[in-house]
């Protein structure tokens, strides 16, 4: 399976999740197949509310998991329709919530617990 996770940093499985993933920095996307990790820029992490585009973002990758702290609904829709599952992230590591999911200990986000969950801007800013 691989998992995409926004972050700010380049740590490999020890970075820290970033709480949303339209405006994080960077993503680390891991293979729990092969067990290799990578770092992925994220050039537009300014964008406008409700012009995030999930696909643009990891464009040539292959993901079949997101990990997030916040998505809007759109953006779920979006990677839902690509076949891309997302779920809600905890804070902490991105090795700590690929354990969670692992373990089943993540919810699953979808259009209609977006908003709800969605804390970065105080509801549906999207």
Request: glycine letters at 12%.
């Amino acid at each position: 399976m691989i998992i995409c996770v926004p972050t700010h940093e380049n740590r490999g499985l020890d970075s820290g999740v970033y709480p949303h993933f339209g405006s994080a920095p960077a993503f680390i996307i891991h293979d729990t197949d092969t067990g290799e990790t990578k770092f992925l820029d994220n050039n537009n992490q300014h964008h406008g509310d409700g012009t995030c585009n999930p696909a643009q973002k990891l464009m040539g990758e292959t993901v079949d998991v997101v990990l997030t702290g916040g998505m809007g609904a759109r953006a779920i829709e979006m990677l839902n329709a690509m076949g891309i599952k997302v779920y809600m992230a905890t804070a902490g590591t991105v090795r700590n919530n690929i354990e969670a999911l692992n373990d089943q200990k993540l919810e699953e986000l979808t259009v209609r617990n977006a908003c709800g969950q969605h804390n970065m801007h105080g509801g549906c800013g999207h």
